[in-house]
């Protein structure tokens, strides 16, 4: 299975060596529309979400990305990856936009400010206690009646599914920790409808 990690801006490095960790996945940075039209699932890695927005018009891929999150493609976004699939977003920047498909409201910077990165046990519905990594993190402030949630921290949910589509609010990328990563791969990717 070929799994692309959007290479614009962000963590994605930490996403591709933790992807290429898991069995029977290669995973490739992709930043142009051939590349992404060549994939079986896509990662939005953690970074700033306006600048991978703002990247993903100058490199002409933001439409290619959103046709294929509509068309049922697997996606699983982490930090800026969960409100780059928000369908609507508080506390944006002044115009931001997202390629949404997820059917939340996500507010951005809601834990607080880079000083205020943390950790903290979370539990993760299908996967167990993990440790969550947040840095600069957005909630889930509502979430529709089709989006499941899979784990909450500090009483607001920080990991989301949706059909196809998968977020969190924190980085398992940054951790050796692979359950979120092969949670994403088994039971998404390897279901999802073509
Ligand atoms: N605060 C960032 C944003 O709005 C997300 C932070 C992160 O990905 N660690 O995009």
Not at 55 to 83: H, M, N, Q, W
Request: include cysteine; hydrophobic fraction near 40%.
């Amino acid at each position: 299975m070929r799994v692309g990690v959007l290479a614009l801006q962000g963590d994605f490095r930490e996403h591709l060596s933790a992807l290429n960790s898991l069995p029977g996945v290669v995973a490739v940075p992709v930043k142009r529309s051939e590349e992404i039209d060549q994939i079986d699932a896509l990662v939005l890695p953690g970074g700033e979400s306006t600048t991978i927005a703002k990247l993903a018009r100058i490199f002409d891929v933001f439409e290619t990305i959103k046709k294929r999150i509509k068309s049922g493609l697997p996606v699983y976004g982490s930090c800026a990856g969960l409100i780059l699939l928000s369908n609507q977003i508080l506390d944006g920047a002044e115009g931001q936009e997202t390629f949404g498909g997820l059917d939340i409201t996500s507010r951005r910077n809601a834990f607080g400010r880079q000083v205020d990165s943390f950790e903290c046990q979370i539990d993760f519905n299908g996967i167990g206690k993990i440790n969550g990594v947040f840095i600069r993190a957005p909630w889930v402030e509502e979430v529709g009646p089709s989006v499941e949630v899979l784990a909450s921290a500090h009483g607001h949910p920080v990991a989301v599914r949706q059909g196809n589509l998968l977020a969190t609010s924190f980085h398992p990328e940054l951790t050796a920790d692979l359950a979120v990563h092969r949670y994403f791969v088994e039971n998404i990717c390897k279901v999802a409808k073509r």
